[in-house]
């Protein structure tokens, strides 16, 4: 398998514009997170899914966040508009309820600047 | 609110040392699972230790958990330069966070040729 895959890899984008981030997750994988990794906040979980269906979004900073999992090989998440303080680095996570233990398998990240 | 804290936040050691790093965390956990993350990659399974079991061993890696403390510990025998990472632990929960890990804010490892 590819392992989870996600698009792009880095992103640079002006303050006010609309982005859009994409993950693959491993095949057969039934659950999805998307975490935002910054120096000064660590590792943050904004959004899961559990068989496509959001399950928390607690982690969502504000309404110009969204995220979408259409069907079982695709997500996305939005900002819009993007900011400054939007840039971080976005991961995407999978994993699979058997065992119930939930290893997670983490893509390469979209490193993402906001200008 | 935070979940894993680890101790050190920064650990500096020489080839051939070994590495110890702490997590503490505040409430029941069904596992309890290390991940590594090298620069600027995503993050990495390494070991998964279950609240039933003490410790947990796989190569060099030692794992060991106290539930009665809420806390855990990963040792890395003999470190290699290779091991320069970061390190964070991960608690899973049954209940509504059923699925869903929580992460701590990691320990950064440096080992020096």
């Known amino acids: 398998d590819a392992g989870v895959i996600q698009s792009p890899r880095h992103e640079v984008t002006e303050m006010g514009q609309e982005v859009t981030l994409r993950c693959k997750p491993i095949?057969?994988?039934?659950?999805l997170f998307w975490y935002r990794q910054t120096m000064m906040r660590g590792l943050e979980l904004l959004i899961y899914?559990?068989?496509?269906?959001?399950?928390?979004d607690s982690g969502m900073p504000e309404d110009r966040f969204s995220a979408k999992m259409p069907n079982a090989s695709f997500s996305t998440l939005k900002i819009q508009p993007s900011e400054p303080r939007d840039s971080a680095v976005y991961f995407c996570?999978?994993?699979?309820?058997?065992?119930?233990?939930?290893?997670?398998?983490f893509g390469p990240g979209t490193r993402l600047t906001v200008t | 609110s935070q979940q894993g804290e680890e101790d050190p936040q920064a650990l500096s050691i020489q080839e051939g040392e070994n590495a110890t790093m702490n997590c503490s965390y505040k409430t029941s956990i069904n596992n309890l699972q290390w991940y590594r993350q090298n620069s600027g990659r995503g993050l990495v399974h390494l070991i998964l230790i279950r609240s039933n079991e003490r410790e947990k061993h796989s190569g060099r890696l030692r794992v060991t958990l106290d539930t009665s403390k809420k806390s855990s510990s990963l040792l890395i025998t003999a470190s290699r330069a290779a091991d320069t990472a970061s390190y964070f632990c991960a608690t899973g929960a049954g209940g509504t966070s059923y699925g869903k890990l929580t992460f701590g804010q990691g320990t950064i490892l440096t080992v020096h040729p």
């Open positions: 095949s057969g994988h039934d659950y």
């Open positions: 899914f559990n068989n496509n269906v959001p399950i928390d």
């Open positions: 996570a999978s994993s699979f309820s058997f065992p119930v233990t939930h290893e997670q398998y």
